[in-house]
């Protein structure tokens, strides 16, 4: 025992050690709401043992987090981790409670990719209150907290010992709870992703990972024997990818919704899946995984930067174009002319900063006639990226003369609007999307002269608009609701389309129920663009069974002449 440790009161500060006690109490506590409250409405509490059960459950989240930062619990790491774990419970705390969402690695990829315009539509007072209260006031209490950090050897050591005792806390309060715990999280798994703020440290720790898990990051070509067939009629392929942005299948009132948001498909020679389902329930997990061609199973377990479906077109020789009015397209444009339309200066279609879809229609026969003519004269497919019904200010994905509902729900605080003013505005953005799909339809019939023309319109993910209290989208697939994975999926093909293809349309319209999924998407593709190569499966094509194929002709042929 030397002299130094036998005098605490010297110099005037606190010990390391207890500050990161104290934080990790108030983070488990206090920052843990959220979680407090779904347990309550789980109707955990009311079970025998319910109160002694969530002692555990908080000593074990800050045994966890004291275990963490005491080996950070140094004089210049010690604050700012502590103020950064403040703030993420602070964040992830106020979706948690306004949205019901929970954070998970891709609600975070989601996060860390998302622009001005998506953080413009999420701000609120009351999230400024949720930062104030559970981010900047404690952070400030914090900040000017004197601690005495002592010499960095005996700082060591004790970091080192907090750290194992902590441990050692966390294994005996485990094993003293563990039948309990055991089974919450068994049949709630969901509350895993509500622990604050370690369900945002584990979700980046295992993006930081990713990378070294995968292992060789280099670029794996896909379909390099790609071959279009060569052209019949002298025009080649238009086909227009509509990807859509937060569809909700069942409110498509061609898919039979009982309020008409679609009036003008249903004026058009449309054919609409109405049993399709997403690969997952964000964008920056259903976008790559539908261009993949992985399949769902497939990409999830899938380890390497991969080539995707555009990539696989380009190798046929056709031109690619990607038009963005959203976020984004998460990789799958990277080697793709790409265009964004997300901040123009449009005075009908860009009111406010962000842009109505409809702009992305301007100028597209001149971004068009921009792609290399040698591509252009194989085939050309646009990908159209929709902000759709992107929420939760759905109120801004339709333009007031368009809107068909009212009174609409105009805030982004979602659970203090009626769920008639919500669902007003939700299907406002639908009906919008009906007058894009039919004005994409129209300025397609325009390039008739040129090009065949085709649009297929497939939604990236659906919505929870309050059912079960669950708002928005990104709960993980397993848990998810119906809502968040239904979408719609709507082709529309030109009279020299349906020639080139032998794709009839009256077929795919009674096939309508048959389930079909973003696994489908890629093949289909393929398919209709007439696209050999060894990675497109017929099987998994949704549109082959209604086509006659050349060989079918010839088969037919051979047995009329027979
Ligand atoms: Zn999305």
Redesign the pocket.
Known sequence: MNARMAKPSQPAGWHPGGLVVAASLWLATVANLPLWLAMRDLGLFAQSGGWLFALAFALIIAACLTGMVSLLAWRWTLKPVLALLLLASAVGGYFMLAYHVVIDTSMIVNALQTNTGEVRDLLSLKLAAALLLLGVLPGAVLWRWPVDYGRWQRRSLHNLLQAVAALLLLVLLVLASFSPLASTMRNHKQLRYLVNPLNTVYALGYLAGQPLRQGDTALQPLGLDAQALPATAGRPPLLVLVLG??GRSGNFGINGYARNTTPELARQDVASFHNAWSCGT??AA??PCMFSGLGRQGFEAHRQHSEGLLDVIQHAGMAVLWVDNQSGCKGTCDRVTTVATGEQAHPQLCPDGQCFDGIMLEGLDRRIADLPAARRERGVVVVLHQMGS?GPAYHLRSPAALKRFSPECTGNDLQGCSSEALLNAYDNSIAYTDHFLASTIAWLSQQQAAYDPAMVYVA??GESLGENNLYL?GMPYLIAPDVQKHVPWITWVSPGFARRTALATPCLRDRADLPVSHDNYFHSVLGLLGIQTRVYQRALDVYAPCMLTPADEVAGLATARG
């Open positions: 942005e937060t964000s964008t259903s976008v992107h990236d993910h989208h």
